[in-house]
C-alpha cells in the first residue's frame, strides 16, 4: 500500500487533502512544515510527498533538495498558489514530478498521484540499480553496495551474449534472481524461463526430468512427457544446484551443452534444441573435482564469465535499503503501515552475522511484522536469534571482537574510542578524511554505542516547548554520532543516514566543531 505525506501549513488543507487520499486507500501522514516532512521522511518510508511551497521554518524548495538527497525514488508533487506558480515550474528542475494549483481538486489530486505512483516502481529500479535490471512482476534488484553494482555490471554484459553461466554463492543470496535477470534482459526474454533444483529431484527420475520420456520405456512411465530442455527450447534452463547431479548425468549434460541435442530416455531419435544454460551451485566445484565428483571439462564449459554472489555480510551497507524493500513488501501483503525500523533494532539487524543471508533477513522482518504492534519495527519483536544473541554477546564480548554494548554510555563510547583510535591510521584530524576504512562490526558497535548514549537524554518538561527539546535532541544525537565515529564528517553521514550537506548545515546551525571529537 502506497504511504503518502502531505506537507502544508494550513491545517484544513492537510485534513481535507487527507481525507480525499485515505478515500483512495492510500496511507495518508501529515507535517505541518518543511522541517517536520524531512525530520518525517527520514524517519519513515514515503512513496509520495504533496509539499506546499510558503512555510515557516523551512521552505518547500529546500525541504524538495532534502528529501531528494535522502532518498530519489520518492515522489514530490508541489503544492502551490497561483502567484507561486514560477516557484512550481522551477522546483521541477529540482526533482519535483509535477505541481498542482490551489485550490485543490480532489478529483485532479488522485488522477495526478496514481499516475506519479505508476512511475514509482521505474524510479526505485533506477535508484537501485546501474545499470537497471529488469525482472518479472513486482521483484526489485536492490544493491548500492560496491559488490552489488560489480554484479549489475556483470549482469548486463552477459545479458548480452548467449554463453552458458554459472552463478555462486552461498544458500538464500538470490541465485535465481540474478538468473531471472540475465533472462529477461536478454534477446530471450519472450520465451519461456525454466527453473529445476537439481537436489530435489531423484536420481532415478532426473534425466527423465531433464529430456523427457516415451510412453513405456520404465515402470510408471504411462504417457510421453516432454523434458525441461524441450519445454525451455528458445528460452533459458535454469540449473539449480548443478553440483548435486551424478557423474553420470554430467556426462549427458556436457554432450547437450556442446551439440544442442539429446535423446529422451526410451527414444531412438534425437532432438535438436535452442536453450541456454545458467547454472548456480553454493558447493565447492574445484575441490569436488579433485575428489573425482565435479567433471572439469563440465565445470569449464559453464565457468566462461562466472558470477560470484557476495554473503550479506559482505554488504552491510545493503541492509538499510533491504529492510525498506521488504516493509514495503509486507505492508501490502499483511495490510499494515510500519513506517520504518527503530535505530536499536537496526543496530541489531547491522550486527548480525546473517548466515541465512537475504532470505534470513526476508523471515525476519515479516516475523516482525506479525509480532511488531507499533508503527516501526523495535528490537522486542526481532526473533531471539537476533536480539537474544547480540544480548548475550553484550554481557559476555568475545575477545576477538570490539563490540562496546554497555550499560553505561560514557565508558561504551570511550572503548569505542579507544578501539577506533588503535585501528586508525589516519594522521589527519581535519574530522573530513574521506571515508576512513573501518569494519562492519565496528561501524555496528559504534551505532549501538550511539544510540545507547541517547538514552540519557532527558525532556526539559519545567520547559514544555516542542521546538527547544527537539533541537536538544537534535544536538544530543549528533554530538553522540560525532564521538562514535571519531569526528570524521563522510563516516558520521554514511553510518547515521545524514546528507553529508545537512550535516554541516546543522553542526553549524549549534555551533558544534567536529575536530573536538576526534
Known sequence: MFRVLVVDDDADLRLSVAS??????????????????????????????????????????????????HDPSIIVIILTAFS?????????????YNYLEKPIKAENLVYMIDKALKAHNMVRNITFSAPVIKLPGDTEFIGQSTEMKRIFSVIDKLSRVDTAV??????????????????????????????????????NLIESEFFGHEKGSFTGADSRKIGKFQYADGGTLFLDEIGDISPAMQVKLLRVLQEKKFTPVGANREVEVNVRIV?????????????GEFREDLFYRLNVLPVQLPALRERKNDIEALVRYFIDKFNQQHHKSISGVGLEAMALLRAHTWPGNIRELE?????????????????????ESISGAHSRMAMNPPDDERVFLTSSPS???????????????????????????????????????????????KLDICKLDFQANKEEFERQFLISALKAFKGRINQTALHANIPKKTLLRKLEKYGIIAKEYV
Do not use: W
Open 20 to 69: 480525499a487520499l485515505s478515500e483512495s486507500s492510500y496511507l495518508v501522514d501529515q507535517a505541518r512544515d518543511g522541517e517536520e516532512c524531512v525530520n518525517k521522511v527520514r524517519a519513515g518510508k514515503y512513496n509520495l510527498v504533496l509539499l506546499d511551497v510558503n512555510m515557516p521554518r523551512m521552505s518547500g524548495m529546500e525541504a524538495l533538495k532534502e528529501i531528494k538527497a
Open 84 to 96: 507561486n506558480i514560477r516557484d512550481a515550474v522551477e522546483s521541477t528542475k529540482e526533482g519535483a
Open 166 to 203: 554459472l552463478i555462486r554463492g552461498e544458500s538464500g543470496t538470490g541465485k535465481e534472481l540474478v538468473a531471472q535477470a540475465l533472462h529477461f534482459n536478454s534477446p530471450r526474454k519472450d520465451n519461456r524461463f525454466v527453473t529445476i533444483n537439481c537436489s530435489a529431484v531423484p536420481e
Open 279 to 291: 547454472a548456480a551451485t553454493n558447493r565447492n566445484l574445484e575441490e569436488m573435482i579433485k575428489r
Open 363 to 383: 523471515n525476519v522482518i515479516e516475523h516482525a511484522f506479525v509480532i511488531e504492534t507499533g508503527s516501526e519495527i523495535t528490537s522486542p519483536s526481532l526473533p
Open 411 to 457: 565508558s561504551g563510547l570511550q572503548a569505542m574510542q579507544s578501539a577506533m583510535n588503535s585501528d586508525a591510521t589516519d594522521d589527519d584530524d581535519s574530522g573530513d578524511d574521506g571515508m576512513m576504512e573501518i569494519s562492519d562490526a565496528q561501524a555496528s558497535a559504534a551505532i549501538t554505542v550511539a544510540a545507547s548514549a541517547l538514552k540519557g537524554f
